[in-house]
């Protein structure tokens, strides 16, 4: 039998947040008849100190066992007010915290009218009541954590979180979609704002994941199911045949010398290049091990060939392997899952895919590597010729209602990056234009770096071409573009364009996403459980994000989220034991069968 | 007159969960004002399932204690409801 409960309402003003946008003392009053509660206040900051004391004073004085506080978001505070409570007895789960603020806060994008607002009010206020009268007291448990890490993506803010949590002693599994750990970041060859070799800073951190001995690495991998609660995850991985045998192959690459079956390379030369059936995806993959693309090798699609294995010095060859399916526990999980270029195919005024000579930053980005598809030379696709006079435009796909509102954050950079090195190493006397919106250069030594990029007399045009035509007999392009800042309009005929595209989530997320029971954004991105104050944890305790997985950003950014998520694992995880509602455990098993 | 308090935690787009809103409406019609069903959307009120540790929906969560993850048998559900009242 329920004992009748008493309950307080503290109705907070967030200075002019909530009471610049309802009628305060209207809605004390009607929460003063709602049924069961016994006492009703308000108070300018209700999680300031004095606000805090005036709760614990009226949890006294009122002999209140149940509290709501009528406020701001949940995830900001909630903690705050369930500590405030507990320090004069009431339980945690007895302190509700409803978020009126949306309603009335200038900015927001739920807010109405101040008669909506508090009529709204009243409604999530005497739903409330009646949810925490009836709330019973939830046992808690204390469950093993196991000491093991689930990381999820093989990039630079994947591995960075793995190496933090195996160097403190945990075991880490890396699972990797792609034959080889490294992420994006290992085909960039310069990062900004130091250009320095990009595989020279990553190479530390592959060789040294590939070695750990509290790290097991598992490429051509992907998770296909995860159960359970933080602590103890049980994540079924499905790992795809290389069809080599690992412990034999030696990456000598005989065997990719024979192949006869030449394939274009949409993944590690982005289109620009080709690559064999079988083959190392470059020279300093890790682990340095072939692997055979079976949609494409004429064993798989016709039964013949077998060259490789012919010539294979070790034996590695395996045409027999199959998918594996392996079982992990795991106390937290890791989501580190990157990103993918935005496709500009569908902004058909620029002719990506119809224009030879249109490409994207990440396809100039390979071309300009010199261990890249074309040795770092930059030769334009129609005809192999250097160009002379290269336009970059910004913001493709970006910034843009149609396809994504967000700014992409690292385009602006990496226009800049590349328009330095061709003309510092590659095409001293190309032209190179940048058309923007706005030039967005905001981390450290940036600016300078943008001003260097102006210095080496690079054109910048604040204004984008609205169309693209090409020229049927030179394959060049030509564009039109509004110039403000000289205000009249230029015409621009270029050997080669590069598209500045978006950066997106990666492909899979969605469906990881449902896996995992972690929301995602607007974007597509997984979500943050709060944008400002929890940005690495997510709706899920115990599963982290970081780096592109999260949104947009670059290189430095990537690793300090990878090691505030590695270290949130590591703050949970090193309790060893857990405290948690009995219903998590036992629905969580009920769901297993168990 | 005792009462129950069912959090119903679904998300657009989620299949399972028109299958709960359905049987929780003809429960509501069953048990009357004794019933009181809330629908929570774990995309906007994300703070909720964190603190349930929700993982998936639909779940259901009777009286504060989380009782089903996925979807229900109507008759579990109605008995997870009537141990409540």
């Given at each position: 039998m329920n004992k009748e409960k008493r309950i307080g309402i503290f109705i907070c003003h967030c200075g002019k947040n909530v009471a610049g946008g309802l009628n305060i003392e209207s809605l004390v009053e009607i929460s003063k008849h709602i049924q069961r509660v016994v006492y009703v206040a308000e108070n300018r900051f209700s999680c300031s100190e004095d606000g805090q004391v005036a709760i614990q004073k009226a949890i006294q004085d009122q002999q209140l066992d149940r509290v709501i506080v009528a406020a701001c978001d949940p995830s900001l505070h909630l903690l705050t007010f369930q500590r405030c409570g507990e320090k004069t007895g009431i339980e945690p789960q007895f302190v509700d915290l409803i978020d009126i603020r949306k309603w009335t806060m200038h900015g927001s994008p739920h807010k109405v009218s101040p008669e909506k607002a508090l009529e709204k009010s009243t409604k999530l206020i005497e739903l409330a009541v009646k949810r925490i009268s009836l709330k019973r007291l939830i046992p808690l448990v204390e469950v093993k954590a196991e000491q093991g890490v689930l990381v999820i993506g093989g990039g630079v803010a994947g591995l960075e979180a793995g190496l933090d949590l195996a160097d403190k002693g945990y075991d880490v599994h890396i699972v990797e979609r792609l034959p080889t750990i490294g992420g994006k970041m290992a085909l960039l060859y310069k990062v900004f704002?130091?250009?320095?070799?990009a595989p020279c800073i990553l190479a530390p951190k592959t060789a040294y994941a590939h070695i750990h001995p509290r790290i097991t690495l598992l490429t051509n991998s992907e998770v296909k199911s995860v159960e359970g609660y933080i602590g103890n995850f049980d994540v079924e991985v499905v790992q795809t045949p290389r069809y080599i045998d690992t412990d034999k192959c030696t990456g000598c690459g005989e065997c990719i010398e024979k192949c006869p079956c030449r394939v274009v390379d949409n993944v590690y030369s982005a289109g620009m290049g080709e690559r064999k059936a079988i083959y190392i995806p470059y020279d300093q993959a890790i682990p340095k091990k072939a692997v055979i693309d079976a949609q494409n090798c004429l064993y798989f699609k016709k039964g013949v060939c077998r060259l490789c294995e012919k010539e294979c010095p070790t034996d590695a060859i395996n045409f027999e392997q199959q998918s594996k399916t392996i079982d992990i526990k795991a106390g937290a999980i890791i989501v580190a899952t990157g990103f993918d270029e935005y496709n500009p195919a569908p902004k058909s005024e620029y002719g990506y895919g119809r224009y030879g000579n249109v490409i994207t930053q990440f396809q100039l980005a390979r071309l300009l590597d010199i261990d890249g598809p074309t040795a770092g030379k930059l030769l334009r696709p129609s005809d192999g010729q250097e160009p002379k006079r290269v336009v970059m435009i910004q913001c493709v796909g970006s910034r843009d209602q149609k396809t994504n509102e967000y700014c992409s954050n690292i385009c602006c950079m990496y226009a800049l990056k590349h328009a330095q090195m061709i003309r510092e190493m590659v095409l001293p006397d190309a032209e190179v234009y940048i058309c923007y919106i706005d030039m967005r250069t905001t981390g450290k030594d940036f600016e300078a770096y943008y001003r260097r990029t102006r210095e080496l007399g690079i054109h910048f045009i604040r204004g984008r071409p609205s169309e693209i035509v090409e020229k049927s007999n030179t394959k060049n392009l030509l564009l039109k573009v509004e110039d403000p800042e000289i205000g009249h309009l230029l015409e621009i005929e270029a050997d080669l364009v590069v598209l500045s595209c978006a950066t997106i989530p990666s492909a899979g997320s969605e469906q990881l996403a449902q896996i995992l029971g972690v929301n995602r954004d607007e974007g597509g991105f997984f979500k943050e459980m709060h944008p400002k104050l929890r940005p690495v944890e997510t709706n899920v305790r115990g599963i982290y994000i970081c780096g592109a997985a999260q949104g947009p950003k670059d290189i430095p950014e990537s690793i300090i989220q990878a090691k505030a998520a590695a270290s949130f694992a590591d703050g949970e995880l090193r309790k060893v034991k857990i405290k948690l509602p009995e219903y998590i455990v036992k629905v969580s098993q009920l769901n297993q069968g168990g | 007159m005792e009462e129950v308090y069912v959090e119903e935690f679904m998300s657009p787009g989620c299949v399972g969960c028109p299958a709960v809103r359905e049987m929780l409406e003809e429960l509501s019609d069953e048990f009357g004002e004794k019933l009181i069903v809330e629908e929570v959307d774990i995309t906007v009120d994300t703070a909720r399932a964190a603190q349930y540790g929700i993982m998936s929906v639909p779940a259901v969560a009777v009286n504060g204690i989380l009782k089903f993850m996925g979807v229900p048998g109507k008759e579990e559900l109605k008995k997870a409801i009537l141990e409540e009242l």
């Open positions: 704002p130091t250009n320095d070799c | -």
